[in-house]
């Protein structure tokens, strides 16, 4: 079977001639769950970035689904079947759920009643607050919200640039089996995160990215159990 997506020797970064990614290697198979973790400024948001067309890779390619992706732009590239959700600032707060998700089907020529619905299934809380501003919400209903905005376009594969930040253990607890969930329902995931012993504990397999390199790759459960990775990412000893 061939890979949704691979990112093949890519080069990037913020500034010109100043790279963060230096020569990632990267692949995801369909259904499947991938987290990349790493310590601050390892390059795993620059990934995410640049596997969406946010940042313009200065070397490698990005193949999704057999078509190399490197240098478009993220309109073009959500019309491929991939979608992003930010870290940050990933809802209009000022329109309410249900407009949200409304935007989140603004290229389909149809109907796009039977997804939101399926949304609702998937997120009975935005449904009983449809009306509500998405300003108004909390932290973690933000989250659910942002990937029901996502999902609207029942894309192959969904990008999570560290939907746990700054939420509470409850709530993370909660985007967690909402992101599992999603898996199970056939979407394959690429998960960015800070809370590395959770993200593994859910993953196919998983990255460990370190000065803008992917310097380990492997089975969750065995980076878990990775001496290695566990000393230096995990807080964990052996």
Do not use: W
């Not at 992003?84 to 989140?104: C, K, W």
């Not at 659910?144 to 709530?171: F, H, N, Q, Y």
């Amino acid at each position: 079977m061939s890979n949704l997506l691979e990112v093949e020797n890519v080069h990037a970064g913020y500034i010109k001639d100043l790279n963060i990614l230096q020569g990632i290697n990267f692949r995801i198979d369909n259904n499947e769950l991938v987290t990349v973790i790493g310590p601050n400024g390892a390059g795993k948001s620059t990934l995410a970035k640049t596997i969406f067309g946010l940042l313009t890779p200065n070397e490698g390619k990005i193949i999704f689904k057999g078509e190399n992706i490197a240098g478009l732009k993220p309109n073009e590239i959500v019309g491929k079947g991939m979608c992003y959700v930010p870290q940050i600032v990933n809802v209009f707060a000022t329109l309410s759920i249900e407009e949200n998700l409304e935007m989140g089907a603004y290229i389909l020529s149809g109907s796009s009643k039977k997804q939101k619905d399926l949304i609702y299934t998937m997120f009975p809380k935005l449904k009983e607050r449809a009306k509500q501003r998405a300003g108004t919400l909390s932290g973690g209903e933000r989250q659910m919200l942002a990937m029901g905005r996502a999902l609207m376009l029942d894309p192959d594969l969904l990008i999570l640039d560290e939907p746990s930040a700054a939420l509470s253990p409850i709530l993370v607890n909660n985007v967690f089996e909402q992101i599992k969930a999603i898996n199970e329902a056939g979407k394959a995931i690429i998960l960015v995160e800070q809370n590395a012993k959770k993200a593994l504990m859910m993953a196919h397999r998983g990255y460990v990215l370190e000065n803008g390199t992917d310097a380990i790759e492997g089975k969750g459960t065995d980076l878990l159990n990775n001496p290695q990775v566990g000393e230096l990412y995990l807080g964990t000893s052996h």
